[in-house]
């Protein structure tokens, strides 16, 4: 059970990964949550999309800081919901550093966003190999992933990221990882 939620959460990890940009100073940060709050539905929604769109691109550029760029100091990741939720920007930084760490060449490709309100699911294909680093306990298998997954972005008036969701289940990953769950 516990490689299993050891697992669950470097899958969480591969799906937080939807966020990135680029980096500017905190006054610029500012002035654009200003701007997006006073912006037309429309107009939210469409820069919505693309936040979802850049945090996929710093998740395959590896770039921890532009992947939580656009989170909420609230931030929460859920994952696929079979872990416990991970809460705060740092956190969700530490798992994201050891996962890049792990998977050395994990990437998404085909994105497709779709936003409705303050929500943007974001579709693509996912893969790397478990290559690097140990990851949470669990030794390289030397294996690769592929999966086609859908990452649930919800966002606030400031057009900041509350909380993620994805789709996949762990299991599909560790089945392909070699890694054998307990039971």
């Known amino acids: 059970m516990k490689q299993f939620l050891t697992v ?11 966020n990135s940009g680029s980096t500017g100073s905190s006054a610029t940060s500012t002035d654009t949550s200003a701007a997006t709050a006073s912006m037309p539905a429309t107009n939210m929604t469409e820069t919505n999309k693309q936040a979802a769109l850049a945090n996929c691109q710093g998740f395959t550029d590896h770039n921890v800081d532009a992947i939580m760029k656009d989170a ?8 696929d ?5 991970v809460k705060g920007i ?22 497709m966003a779709i936003a409705e ?24 298998t030397n294996k690769s992933f ?12 400031e057009g900041k990221i509350t909380e993620h969701h994805s789709i ?13 769950m307990k039971q």
């Open 72 to 79: 909420a100091p609230d931030f929460i990741e859920y994952g």
């Open 168 to 180: 996949q289940s762990g299991q599909t990953i560790f089945a392909q990882l070699g890694i054998k």
């Open 117 to 140: 309100g303050n929500h943007v699911a974001v579709v693509g294909d996912w893969s790397g190999t478990f290559k690097g680093a140990e990851f949470m306990g669990i030794k390289p």
């Open 81 to 85: 919901g079979s872990s416990p939720p």
């Open 8 to 18: 669950a959460v470097a899958v969480t990890c591969i799906a937080t990964a939807c």
């Open 146 to 157: 592929k999966i086609h997954d859908v990452d649930l972005f919800t966002f606030n008036d």
């Open 90 to 111: 740092d956190s969700n930084k530490t798992n994201l550093k050891a996962l890049f760490a792990a998977f050395p060449d994990i990437k998404s490709e085909n994105l």
